[in-house]
């Protein structure tokens, strides 16, 4: 989508979005060039504080080509933010329902039209220990094999320094200014699972080379090594319970 065709809302939102990001950060932007001038393409954006929405908003607003989010359903229920999402057209995701299906059809549509749409793959925020990437959900891949389009990693890293994540207390931490960094890197390589059938295994193949590109460019922003397996939080809860469960029994 092509700057002149931004919108009413979308502008308006920038209007009352940008000043703050501006004035109370300062910003490490990279990558803008792997973002394509035109056609339709998916991101695939790690997610680390409840901020990063808008400093990974605020990249890609000023490269021209707006992103469509997949965003909870109930937050289209709200007044204001509900206007705001629906003016923008971001694309609304009704979890544990019949109507699930419903935002990955509408992403496919807006993409085959030519527009972005930015998914989240970890589905949450991360739940690893050091921030780095959890493994990923299968929807980003399953809407990029259906329409080939470029998938482009985005990383991004600081806003949780605002504003951790699951923090107990959801107080801003302004000052010092924090710099908000995202870095951008070519489109992943899925085409060895073009013609393929979906099945769940092609889709963790997918999905892991997607969230492989995330996590290394993260690497790159924080400037330290990555783990050598992502974060698996069912993994991790499950081993939570069974030494919770070994502790009771040697309890009693």
């Known amino acids: 989508m092509s700057r002149h065709r931004i919108g009413f809302w979308y502008r308006f939102t920038a209007v009352l979005a940008k000043p703050p990001l501006v004035v109370l950060f300062k910003r490490d932007w990279r990558g803008m060039e792997h973002i394509p001038a035109d056609g339709g393409f998916i991101?695939?954006?790690?997610?680390?504080?409840?901020?990063?929405?808008?400093?990974?908003?605020?990249?890609?607003?000023?490269?021209?080509?707006?992103?469509?989010?997949?965003?909870?359903?109930?937050?289209?229920?709200?007044?204001?933010?509900g206007t705001l999402l629906r003016g923008t057209g971001q694309i609304p995701v009704y979890r544990q329902s019949t109507d699930a299906a419903v935002a990955f059809r509408a992403a496919v549509a807006a993409i085959e039209s030519g527009e972005c749409v930015a998914f989240y793959p970890e589905g949450t925020l991360t739940r690893d220990p050091e921030l780095w990437p959890m493994q990923g959900k299968s929807g980003a891949a399953r809407v990029a094999l259906l329409t080939k389009a470029p998938v482009i990693p985005v990383a991004q890293w600081g806003a949780h320094e605002a504003m951790p994540p699951y923090a107990?207390?959801?107080?801003?931490?302004?000052?010092?200014?924090?710099?908000?960094?995202v870095l951008a890197g070519p489109p992943v390589d899925l085409s060895a699972y073009y013609g393929q059938e979906p099945t769940a295994e092609v889709l963790r193949q997918a999905t892991d080379t997607i969230m492989a590109a995330i996590t290394e460019l993260l690497a790159e922003l924080r400037q330290e090594p990555a783990p050598a397996e992502l974060y698996d939080h069912k993994r991790a809860r499950a081993e939570a319970r069974r030494k919770a469960q070994h502790a009771k029994e040697n309890d009693e």
């Open 168 to 181: 107990k207390e959801k107080k801003l931490r302004l000052f010092p200014r924090k710099t908000l960094k």
């Open 43 to 81: 991101t695939a954006v790690n997610h680390n504080s409840y901020l990063d929405p808008l400093s990974y908003a605020h990249f890609q607003y000023n490269t021209g080509r707006v992103p469509r989010f997949l965003a909870k359903s109930g937050l289209f229920k709200t007044t204001f933010v």
